[in-house]
């Protein structure tokens, strides 16, 4: 029997009220400024930014091929994955005023939920320690196929959650270095700070064999100091349009980033994905494999890890459909050759 997605969103709306107005389209416009909450720092436009980026991009429509089983799977990090989609950290229930949940409860359905689905989820990190706690917790109720997510806290703190971090043997480490200057972590009076890539580079060899990922990316010379301090990956990330105010989408700054950086390392991408179709986009765009942040959250509220089980499984459908009608066949086929340029195809 199949999850039933809309009664999901009707209980999350039931339960966020004040925090996320589960919108029939997430698109960042009703939440502008409500953090703490869902929305967007500020005017909202880092968010409502990335929505409109993905919305302009179009896609050529190819129906003369053979292609008619198309693979979703990849590799990433080492780890054989379903689909090129994994949930981002979404947490601080208390502080974001996330419906009754536990800190645990929401930690758990936004790792097993993605791992039921065969792929990997995130556990956070926060002004409460609960958050990471139970980010890590979580990691580990999954046999360590997920990633943790560390805010770049004050460097001999951050060196303890990396250490911390290497015991529950996750797939990678991820710091969003984009939470630099977070409200939330202001609120709580957590000192966060920009890191320079010397220390950079000791974060990456604390972190030895385990993969380190720094999320936040938004310019070519920021993936290239991130490539030159030797990480394994990055996200090309705005935080959701929740750091600082009047960012341009992730869809526009991902292809001069990918440019800069393809081949040196992982490049993931987050920002406004609400569909299979914006998966094909930011794939085409650079992006190996894309995060989803806020509808994968609204599902977990709504109906714990099997709701966002069910949420990555529709993707999935809609993403095989969008690469049956580009006519690729495998991840590796969608490229920029996807992406409708405005004359013709």
Request: hydrophobic content about 50%.
């Amino acid at each position: 029997m199949r999850f039933d997605l809309t009664d999901t969103r009707r209980e999350a709306a039931r339960k966020l009220a004040g925090a996320c107005f589960v919108c029939k389209v997430c698109d960042g416009v009703a939440c502008r400024g409500l953090i703490p909450g869902f929305g967007g720092v500020g005017a909202g436009s880092g968010f409502t930014n990335n929505v409109e980026a993905l919305a302009r991009r179009k896609l050529n429509l190819r129906v003369l091929h053979e292609e008619r089983e198309p693979d979703t799977r990849i590799r990433l990090f080492g780890i054989d994955l379903s689909m090129p989609i994994l949930g981002a950290a979404v947490a601080g229930v208390g502080v974001n005023k996330i419906s009754d949940m536990t800190e645990q409860e929401l930690a758990d359905a936004m790792v097993l939920g993605p791992a039921a689905a065969g792929t990997l989820g995130m556990g956070g990190d926060g002004g409460d320690p609960e958050v990471f706690r139970a980010g890590l917790a979580a990691a580990e109720h999954a046999g360590g196929e997920a990633i943790v997510v560390i805010k770049p806290r004050l460097q001999p703190e951050l060196l303890t959650r990396i250490e911390a971090a290497k015991r529950a043997r996750v797939a990678a480490i991820a710091v969003d270095v984009d939470a630099a200057g977070l409200v939330n972590m202001a609120i709580l009076k957590q000192k966060v700070e920009p890191k320079s890539p010397t220390q950079i580079r000791e974060l990456v060899n604390a972190a030895g064999s385990t993969p380190l990922i720094l999320k936040g990316i938004m310019t070519p010379d920021d993936a290239l100091l991130a490539a030159e301090a030797g990480v394994a990956g990055i996200v090309v990330s705005n935080h959701g349009g929740r750091a600082l105010d009047s960012t341009p989408g992730t869809a526009d700054v991902l292809p001069a980033v990918a440019a800069a950086v393809a081949g040196r390392l992982t490049i993931l991408a987050d920002g406004g994905i609400r569909s299979g179709v914006d998966v094909v986009k930011m794939l085409a765009l650079g992006a190996d494999a894309v995060l989803v942040g806020r509808p994968l959250a609204i599902a977990a509220v709504g109906g714990g890890a099997e709701a966002v089980t069910a949420q990555l499984a529709d993707y999935a459908a809609q993403l095989r459909v969008a690469m049956t009608l580009t006519g690729c066949s495998s991840i590796a086929q969608i490229v920029q050759h996807v992406l409708w340029d405005g004359g013709d195809a």
